[in-house]
């Protein structure tokens, strides 16, 4: 999606007859249907007009194509200024410039991580260089018109505001600005930014090749379990951007700084599809590299399995220990035996350990207690279970205890459901977790569809399975009779739908075994991880009457250990069982409804929830 799209001229022309600002407010309401925030409109103000000073040069082509705001694929985050055209030789170029209003910064020694003021404190963001060569590399990485038409991208920064101090252009971020050129304050600067842009576009192209780029089919991300044999090599699979980068940065800090006379606890706020995994992985890499004892720590096994199974022929299956673990194999370690224990999906935590649960004191506890630096991933909107005890209070709770200093952060950058945030927002809206401004979903964005029977949707699905990334799940409704009768049907809807779980030969792999499309899985063999495309069958424990969304945990299959101990509850507090069932079910779906990256197809067993959601979907019916 671009917010404006125009030639050299044409935005100059704009420029000349309106308040620019104005106009591309006119066109992002029209192009995105939202609201813009004062700060935004006049950072527009001040930047585009350096801009159209910059592009007053007739050596520059009339007919260069110019785009404003071009959403980069897979994320929630947008390119400030595109121009492209042709170089000498004919070749298309893009160019991509990240526009900033900053006057001052400070730096770190965080790798591309500076300080500068943002909303009226001094905060750690990345360095300009930084972002735009990341959002370079997303397009790269994505776009499949940058290979199949062969664009070059070229990034760079422009901060008009900023005289330059030795500080934004040190040595220290020379290995950014070497790949993104930064340009500063003054007319000399000035001069070097148009040198930049007549080297790359000295041909324009009447918009070609900015509408190739818009129109690119976009490949499906790397899964981070295909990715991880290139990590453990050092190859750099995932670029990390904006407010990854730094948070990553500072975790590294803190593992590298802590000590047994100062541990340090990170807590890593995010929602789905944020790039929790994708931190905690490369940081586990990295601090690997470093030669500090670190692991991988999940409750989930689903996530370990996948991720190991992908290490075969990289490491020894013998060494895979010494990279992941279960959260309940700290009970009987020494104090402070790690430098760092970096825990995924820290919500899944659970209090006591073993088969039992009757083992050890607290896993939350337990985990801190062993590592200098302990770094939780979190999503407190993840806990899908009664023994879920993961929150942010009980994390800070026990690093006080052990005297160590806390460090909070939130990942906002959104990768899944194509980058999305309207997405999540309306999941939370219409599940009635939260109230949300997303009432009615935009399909634009993100492909979601509500089937009429179960059969079609699964049909739909196994269609999308390209590579084997679309999958089919539910929420456990239906007991698990094939597990000792392999030939029995587990998941029986109507005459024509009869579908086994998850096989127990598969059990953690389910999600990448060969034939598993044929099957569907459960909150327990997809949490932490991803697909293209699911498809989700919602069972009778959630069903939507005159409008609201009501959950049943007597809808449940007995044997579902999700909400073990809630008929005990309700008779001790009736209230609160009600409350937590109600939360973990609406959980659930929510979870399994954010597995995909592409698209989300949904079947209701209950014919009025299936027209609610359909009627909470903009021009939409049933399928």
């Given at each position: ?37 004062a700060s935004e409109i006049k950072s527009w103000q001040g930047s585009l007009t350096y801009m159209a000073k ?218 789905p599809g944020t790039g929790k995994t994708v931190l905690a992985i490369n940081l586990l890499v990295r601090l ?336």
């Amino acid at each position: 999606m671009i917010v404006y799209a125009a030639t050299k001229q044409q935005f100059l022309k704009d420029s000349d007859n309106d308040d620019i600002e104005e106009v591309i407010l006119r066109h992002f309401k029209e192009a995105t249907g939202k609201k813009v925030g004062a700060s935004e409109i006049k950072s527009w103000q001040g930047s585009l007009t350096y801009m159209a000073k910059v592009l007053r040069d007739d050596g520059l082509p009339c007919d260069a194509g110019l785009a404003i705001e071009l959403h980069i694929p897979q994320s929630s985050k947008r390119i400030d200024f595109l121009l492209t055209g042709r170089d000498e030789f004919q070749a298309k170029n893009a160019v991509l410039i990240e526009l900033k209003q900053w006057s001052k910064a400070t730096a770190t020694t965080k790798d591309a991580v500076v300080k500068t003021a943002l909303g009226g404190s001094q905060v750690e963001t990345v360095h300009p260089s930084y972002q735009v060569w990341s959002y370079a590399a997303l397009l790269q990485g994505f776009n499949e018109a940058v290979y199949d038409k062969s664009i070059k991208v070229r990034p760079c920064a422009y901060l008009h505001n900023y005289v330059s101090d030795g500080v934004i252009n040190s040595s220290h971020y020379e290995p950014y600005t070497n790949k993104a050129p930064l340009f500063l304050k003054g007319p000399a600067e000035l001069e070097k930014l148009r040198s930049f842009l007549k080297k790359h576009i000295v041909h324009g192209d009447n918009k070609e090749v900015l509408y190739e780029l818009s129109n690119g089919k976009i490949r499906p991300s790397k899964a981070l379990s295909e990715a991880l044999n290139g990590l453990m090599k050092g190859k750099p699979e995932f670029i990390l951007i904006d407010d990854q980068k730094a948070i990553f940065e500072s975790a590294l800090a803190a593992a590298s700084q802590a000590t047994i006379e100062g541990p340090k606890v990170l807590i890593i706020e995010g929602g789905p599809g944020t790039g929790k995994t994708v931190l905690a992985i490369n940081l586990l890499v990295r601090l690997t590299a470093l030669s500090l004892l670190s692991k991988y720590v999940s409750k989930n096994a689903a996530p370990r399995k996948v991720y190991e199974s992908k290490l075969i022929g990289t490491v020894k299956r013998t060494h895979f220990s010494n990279f992941f673990s279960g959260s309940g194999a700290f009970i009987d370690t020494e104090p402070n035996t790690y430098d760092a224990l970096i825990i995924d999906e820290a919500h899944r935590l659970n209090e006591k350990s073993g088969l039992y649960g009757n083992l050890g004191e607290n896993q939350i506890k337990e985990l801190i207690d062993s590592s200098k630096c302990s770094i939780f991933f979190i999503d407190e909107d993840q806990r899908v279970t009664l023994s879920d005890i993961g929150s942010k209070q009980a994390i800070r709770s026990f690093a006080k205890a052990k005297g160590a200093t806390v460090e909070e952060y939130v990942l906002s950058s959104q990768f899944r459901c194509s980058g999305s945030d309207g997405y999540i927002a309306w999941l939370d809206d219409v599940l009635e977790i939260r109230p949300t401004a997303h009432p009615a979903l935009d399909t634009s964005d993100y492909e979601f569809k509500v089937f009429d029977s179960p059969q079609a949707m699964h049909a739909a699905i196994e269609q999308k399975n390209h590579g084997n990334k679309a999958r089919v799940v539910a929420g456990y409704c239906w007991p698990w009779l094939s597990k000792k009768d392999s030939k029995a049907s587990d998941i029986v809807i109507g005459d024509n739908y009869a579908r086994q779980w998850n096989l127990d030969q598969d059990g953690s792999l389910w999600i990448i075994a060969e034939n598993s499309i044929e099957q569907v899985g459960c909150i327990h063999t997809c949490q932490g991880l991803e697909v293209d495309y699911i498809g989700v069958i919602i069972g009778p424990d959630l069903v939507v009457r005159k409008g609201q969304v009501v959950t049943s945990p007597h809808d449940r299959d007995k044997h579902d250990k999700s909400i073990r101990g809630w008929k005990k509850l309700m008779k001790e507090q009736p209230a609160l069982a009600q409350q937590e069932t109600d939360l973990i079910i609406k959980n659930t779906y929510r979870t399994l409804m954010t597995r995909g990256m592409k698209g989300c197809f949904l079947y209701c067993t209950d014919p009025e929830t299936a027209r609610y959601f359909a009627s909470r979907v903009v021009g939409y019916g049933h399928r």
